[in-house]
């Protein structure tokens, strides 16, 4: 019945179980799309303006105030551009640590995603909490899991939200081993946890959606990449992070307070855990890969629903690797490297929970800020969110207008997208007006 | 007796104060039982209409409709709790209160044009009436369940005033600047933290904000016997709370000096 | 060394149970709460003027001073007036709530050493409370004092506490009454002005008058002063204070007055010992 | 009392027959770059070479070789944290068939050994002891945790300059209320200790290490000693003028000055091993009904510390500032009938902008005097 009708427009007014604020306007006309806007609202709050004049050792507890989802993802990839400007070699010892820091994020995000805010739509619930009232043990496994994640970041990092620990170089104070070995008892149980998160979510019924996505993510021959690595995709780019420019570009869209990123001469693509399930599938720890394969999980996935999915399987390659590299963890000598400032530019990645998360600065002589741009995985994939979306659409006109919105809505929240962080995007020419 | 309900609201921050509600794992789901979690889109799709008996607001109000929005949260609210840095003194974004806020949208936005927001940032507390704030950068998830749970019983909650020093010393870590020379912002910066930068071998930056009897003055005479730069004492006072009102009187004093 | 089988066993701060078993709103800001004890043991003997930590479990506790009748403690009481969040609390319970409670403690008023002297008692405001025991006491053996006079003095009319009472002493041959309210009000015709103003009334005799005064600091502070320069002698100045208290039985340090601990030195002092601190400032 | 000599393998022995009998044995270890008391296995974990130099607001730590066991000054840890800790639940509700019960919280406790305490630290002791045991109502969880304990103190040959115990009397050997007392001694030749125990449990300890009695020349070795680090204290306060240059000038316009240093942070509060001012907090539990009540350091440099009827008593600088000094050196003596300094200087060194009680008593006297 709704088919005849001329015009129907749909107003996700607030989007919910996403972190941040963002809107989507839909208008249709017939069997036509007439317009379809991902809107990010969220205040703009100028980090890059106000990193400028800034000291290259505040950038890292400034930036973490960007996303508080995943401030240690905002502290490494911008400890790393600096580390690069000033030309810092970090030792094994601290890029381990950097790891599993990275690692407890990684598990209390995917934890938090995966039970309290994506689990629901495929199981018809409001949220976690209401989830609870009918599977609580499910819940509280989901909650363990993410305070497992926490922990590590505590021990780590100071605190869960916002580490003090992470500074340019390394960190300001060494972890004990005995710290990281009481941890062990708590990654073992999560990796039983996760392996069984793989089990729980493989049993879900997924909608049939396999856009054809251009995958970018970091990678690293010797590990499944996460704070570092050279920029791939599966058509062909392979270059280091520096490039990034060359082959990147970011836009000024008039209804988002976002910037969006897209690649030069091609257009949208696609960052988080799917592209580096995809890129990096021989990397993952042999655990996790096992429980991917076991549920016929194999490259290339090209369901965005299926992120749950390998979400789930990263919380296992997370809590697996930790425990391998807590078992190989000596203390830290010195628990941060140093180099003399100069004037430079720097540039580093790493691979937030939710993808790619590019940062540039230029320091001057005295080490103060001078430029800084910063590009968060969520504006790196609103492109791709709004051609899934348009894809969707397509395919469901038919059905209710209460069932479209809430499989449009369930769509966005694959990317997991954290919209707070994605209103900080610098355009590459500060020239453009 | 009825659950109290609860709403969470956000203006500008980064979303980690309103997570700090879910980082409560372990008590998360006895929150959810002893109060009515009417509106919190970050973690529900649910949404039910105020009025609410209680309102956690995130952020800071920068743009001109979040002038109105705060004055329908108050409206619908009955006890309105501005939680984290952002909103009780405006955030590290006030940094543009300093700035031209024009070459901030420059800096940072391809078509200026498309950015509506005002220049500066401010806290709930400057547009309405706020009856608890709980200071941080991000807030301590242990003051806000204390929030809740002398919400639930009708208790003053206890949040401490005094400075991140007792914190210091309560915990047993050695005082970073007396045996490190490290300038620290701690004797000046409000408790609540647990005392975690000096723990880790660092100064206090200052996340919780002004203490209740700062002495800034004194602290910074001393920060320059320990060699730091005003520039650098000024940046210092400038960063997560620098619209905190004591931060921003002195901070404006050194950079004029 | 210490003895240490010697000392006491007793934690100070663990309180009893006790039950609220009448509530008398005396206005709407103050009520007094009669208890028993909930925990089978004998209740609390106290004396004029003495002292209980009176809590709610989870809210916290605070200093009040027993109201009733010492030579009754079966009628144990207490008049709370509303201030913040647990008196409020405390305020607003009905019969048969529970609260936490410690005590006696602190000084009494020297019934006795007053013997054979006027006895003059001055209260304002609610400071009636920590009196009306002494007021009981003194009446009970009225033969024993010169005279008894009570000075109160109330900002407004309806701050009237103790309604009861004041008729029947009112009433009392033995008990001589000065009542005033700090500023002219249409509901009142009797005297206006503070209690110093009442005393060319109700001082008969400076050189054996023995005064108990209880109120706001400030009030405190220009009786002494007043009283010392109308010939009473300081040592029979008697005053009640009060100061911040967390524990009631000198280990937390919070009610400190110059040398004087205010929860075992006091509440209680005379002139002569509390006056100079009187006159520093934030002492 | 008969005295011994200890050699540092005995030490070893001593602290193996103390956790025998069932002791936790804390001592001094270097911990994050200071001095401190923590858990100790064996002589190993001590502080060997380490001189610790302090000026107000400052600490260093310097290494030497010379092998002594025990030659810096005072660390920022007192005995306080142990028999007084910062913060502990005292009771908690039960709900019953028959109403509300209040339990007193008694954690489980190992008794403690302390090795290494020094004089003033067993001084700030007796002056806690006389504080929360003297009355007639007492702090049991300290009673407690004060019987089990078992103190061996080394004496300071190795003042710092912060210290004045020697005219606070209270050091630089200890005289009561330790169960053994040693002085270390490093000669070119020799590296001992010479003991003396202080109770018969101390004794006990000595005789079964089975030590050779102590000969006149080290004795006198020991009272040498003691008396040039007693001469070399560059700090002095006299208590008894203390006393009354406080006590008759709370408002001399001199309090103000201390307005522009003091940043009320309470460092010289928590640090102190005499001061024992707490407040209570509530706790409740979402979930079950239970309630409780937390006890933690509280300080009078705290705008709470004085709340009431509305605002604090004390709300500026100075009269939190006075409150302090003036309890300290003045009050104190009314209260309990001795200082409540004894001279250790901590307050001194951890005052993160070094405000020195000693200058501002004798800032007051000249003022007065001039
Ligand atoms: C010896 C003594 C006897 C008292 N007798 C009575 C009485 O008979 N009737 C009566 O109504 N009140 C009496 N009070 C005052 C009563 O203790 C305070 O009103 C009460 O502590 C306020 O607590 P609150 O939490 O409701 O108020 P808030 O204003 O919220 O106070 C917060 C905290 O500050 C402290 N505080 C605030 N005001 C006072 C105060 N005046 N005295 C001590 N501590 C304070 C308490 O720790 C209190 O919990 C007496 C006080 C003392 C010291
Ligand atoms: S380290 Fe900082 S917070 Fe801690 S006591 Fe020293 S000055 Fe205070
Ligand atoms: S010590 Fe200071 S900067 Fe560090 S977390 Fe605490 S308040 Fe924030
Ligand atoms: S007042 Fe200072 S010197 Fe005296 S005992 Fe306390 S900390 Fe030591």
Excluded at chain 1, 184 to 198: R, Y
Aim: hydrophobic fraction near 40%.
């Amino acid at each position: 019945m709704h088919k005849n009708d001329t015009r129907r427009s749909f107003n996700v007014t607030e989007l919910t179980r996403v972190e941040g604020e963002g809107a989507l306007d839909v208008i249709v006309e017939g069997d036509e799309i007439i317009e379809l806007k991902f809107r990010i609202f969220e205040s703009p709050r100028f980090f890059e303006a106000l990193l400028r004049g800034r000291r290259f050792d505040e950038v890292t507890d400034i930036t973490a105030r960007i996303c508080g989802i995943c401030p240690v993802a905002y502290q490494t990839s911008s400890a790393n551009a600096i580390e690069d400007a000033l030309g810092i070699q970090v030792g094994e010892p601290i890029r381990d640590l950097r790891r599993m820091l990275y690692f407890g994020e990684w598990i209390e995000s995917h934890g938090l995603h995966v039970y309290l805010l994506h689990a629901p739509d495929f199981l018809g619930y409001h949220g976690g909490v209401e989830l609870a009232q009918d599977s609580p043990d499910l819940v509280k496994r989901g909650l363990r899991l993410k305070r497992v994640g926490n922990r590590l970041m505590e021990v780590i990092g100071g605190r869960e939200i916002h580490p003090i620990n992470p500074r340019v170089g390394g960190f300001w104070k060494a972890i004990a081993k005995r710290d990281l070995d009481e941890m062990v008892p708590d990654l073992e149980w999560a990796l039983e946890a996760a392996l069984a998160t793989v089990d729980w979510v493989s049993g879900f019924s997924y909608p049939d959606l396999e856009p054809d996505y251009e995958f970018v993510a970091l990678h690293d021959p010797d590990e499944y990449a996460i704070i570092g690595g050279r920029i791939r995709s599966n058509r062909g780019i392979d270059i280091p992070v520096h490039e990034w420019g060359d082959v990147f570009e970011e836009d000024h869209i008039e209804w988002s307070n976002a910037l969006v990123a897209r690649i030069k001469g091609r257009g949208s693509y696609h960052v988080g855990p799917l592209a580096r399930f995809n890129l990096n599938f021989e990397q993952l720890h042999p655990l996790a890969r096992a429980s991917a394969e076991r549920h016929g999980l194999t490259p290339p996935v090209l369901n965005p629903f299926k992120t749950i999915m390998v979400r789930s399987v990263e919380m296992v390659h997370a809590a697996a690797t930790c425990l391998d590299l807590i078992g190989r963890y000596e203390s830290l000598g010195a628990p941060y490297a140093e180099a003399p400032l100069r004037e430079s530019v720097g540039y580093g990645a790493s691979e937030a929970p939710r993808g790619l998360l590019y940062h540039r600065y230029a320091l001057d002589e005295e080490g103060l800020v001078t430029d800084a741009q910063i590009v968060p995985p969520t504006s790196q994939n609103q492109l791709q969110i709004e051609a899934d979306l348009r894809q969707l659409l397509s395919g469901i006109l038919d059905l209710d207008d209460d069932t479209i919105q809430h499989q449009l809505e369930q769509s966005i929240r694959n990317y997991d997208p954290c919209i707070s962080c994605a209103t900080h995007f610098l355009t590459l020419n500060l020239e453009r007006r | 007796m009825a659950k109290p309900s609860l709403a969470v609201w956000k203006f500008a921050s980064c979303d980690g104060c309103q997570l700090s509600l879910l980082d409560l794992e372990d008590e998360l789901l006895a929150v959810a039982d002893g109060i009515d979690i009417a509106h919190f889109p970050e973690a529900t799709t649910a949404h039910r209409g105020g009025p609410y008996d209680v309102s956690l607001v995130e952020g800071s109000i920068t743009t001109p409709a979040d002038l109105t929005r705060i004055q329908e949260i108050r409206a619908q609210s009955g006890m309105l709790v501005a939680i984290g840095a952002c909103a009780t003194t405006g955030g590290i974004q006030a940094l543009r209160n300093l700035a031209d806020i024009d070459e901030f949208v420059r800096v940072v936005y391809a078509r200026p044009a498309y950015i509506q927001t005002l220049a500066t940032s401010t806290a709930i507390a400057d547009h309405v009436k706020v009856d608890l704030e709980l200071a941080g950068c991000p807030i301590n998830k242990y003051q806000l369940l204390e929030v809740v749970q002398a919400l639930l019983v009708g208790r003053k909650p206890t949040l401490p005033t005094y400075s991140v020093c007792v914190e210091c010393k309560e915990r047993g870590t050695s005082c970073v600047m007396v045996a490190d020379g490290v300038a620290c912002l701690g004797p000046i910066t409000r408790a609540g933290c647990g005392a975690i930068c000096p723990a880790f071998a660092r100064g206090c930056y200052g996340c919780f904000g002004p203490s209740e009897s700062p002495n800034v003055d004194s602290l910074a005479a001393w920060w320059d016997e320990l060699g730091v730069a005003r520039p650098d004492l000024v940046r210092a006072l400038r960063t997560f709370n620098v619209n905190a009102p004591q931060f921003k009187e002195a901070s404006t004093r050194y950079a004029q000096e | 060394m210490l003895d240490f089988a010697a000392l006491p066993t007793v934690d100070p701060m663990l309180p009893r149970p006790f039950r609220v078993v009448r509530v008398l709103r005396e206005t709407s800001d103050v009520t007094t709460l009669t208890f028993e004890p909930a925990d089978g043991l004998a209740t609390i003997a106290f004396g004029p003027a003495q002292m209980g930590m009176v809590g709610l479990p989870g809210l916290g506790e605070v200093p009040i001073s027993f109201s009733s009748d010492p030579a009754d403690p079966s009628q144990l009481a207490m008049t709370i007036r509303r201030a913040g969040a647990i008196t409020s609390a405390l305020v607003d319970l009905s019969a048969g709530d529970s609260v936490s409670m410690r005590g006696p403690y602190g000084t009494e008023w020297p019934m006795e050493a007053a013997e054979g002297h006027h006895l003059l008692i001055v209260a304002g405001g609610l400071g009636l409370a920590p009196l009306r025991s002494a007021i009981v006491t003194a009446l009970r053996r009225a033969d024993r004092y010169r005279s008894i006079s009570l000075v109160y003095g109330r900002r407004e009319v309806s701050e009237v506490v103790f309604a009861d009472d004041l008729a029947a002493w009112e009433a009392n041959p033995a008990m001589s009454m000065h009542l005033t309210l700090d500023r002219a009000d249409p509901d009142w015709s009797g005297p206006i002005g503070l209690v110093t103003s009442r005393m060319d009334a109700a001082l008969l005799d400076p050189a054996s008058t023995t005064a108990m005064v209880c109120g706001p600091d400030v009030m405190m502070h220009a009786v002494g002063a007043d009283l010392t320069q109308r010939g009473v002698a300081r040592g029979k100045i008697w005053l009640t204070m009060e100061r911040n208290m967390k524990c009631g039985v000198g280990l937390c340090g919070h009610c400190q007055f110059g040398p004087l601990f205010i929860c075992k030195d006091g509440p209680v002092l005379n002139w002569a010992t509390a006056g100079p601190f009187y006159l520093i400032a934030e002492v | 009392m008969k005295r011994a000599i200890l050699a540092p393998t005995d030490l070893d022995n001593l602290i193996a027959v103390l956790s025998e009998r069932g002791f936790e044995v804390l001592g001094p270890t270097l911990d994050s770059g200071v001095v401190t008391l923590s858990s100790i296995d064996s002589t190993a974990d001590l502080p060997e070479g380490i001189r610790d130099e302090m000026s107000p607001g400052r600490y260093y730590i310097k290494a030497t070789s010379d092998g002594e066991l025990f030659g810096y000054a005072v660390g920022p840890t007192s005995l306080k944290p142990t028999l007084f800790p910062s913060r502990r639940q005292v009771w908690t509700t039960e709900n019953t068939d028959q109403g509300i019960i209040f339990r007193s919280s008694v954690p489980d406790l190992r008794p403690v050994a302390v090795i290494g305490a020094r004089p003033c630290d067993a001084a700030a002791m007796a002056v806690q002891d006389e504080a929360l045991l003297g009355g007639p109502y007492i702090d049991t969880d300290y009673a407690r945790r004060r019987r089990d304990l078992f103190l061996v103190v080394v004496n300071c040959t190795r003042p710092a300059s912060t210290c004045f115990c020697a005219s606070m009397g209270t050091g630089p050997a200890v005289s009561e209320g330790f169960d053994i007392a040693l002085t270390e001694l490093k000669l070119d030749t020799r590296h001992f200790f010479v003991a003396e125990s202080g109770s018969e449990r101390g004794q006990e300890v000595l005789d079964q290490l089975g030590l050779d009695p102590a000969d006149p020349d080290d004795e006198e070795l020991v009272r040498v000693a003691l008396e040039v680090a007693a001469d070399s204290m560059e700090r002095t306060l006299d208590p008894v003028d203390a006393y009354s240059v406080l006590r008759a000038q709370p408002e001399h316009p001199y309090w103000e000055t201390i307005v522009e240093r003091c940043l009320t942070c309470a460092n010289c509060t928590m640090v102190c091993p005499t001061c024992f001012c707490v407040t209570t907090e509530p706790v409740t539990s979402l979930g079950d009904e239970s309630a409780g009540e937390e006890r933690r350091w509280d300080s009078c440099f705290s705008l709470d510390y004085s709340f009431m009827g509305g605002s604090p008593v004390r709300e500026t600088v100075e009269s939190r500032y006075r409150q302090w000094l003036t309890h300290k050196l003045s009050t104190w003596f009314d209260q309990f009938g001795t200082s409540g300094c004894v001279g250790c200087g901590r307050c001194i060194t951890w005052c993160p902008v070094g405000i020195d009680l000693t200058e501002e008593v004798r800032h007051l006297r000249e003022q007065i005097d001039a």
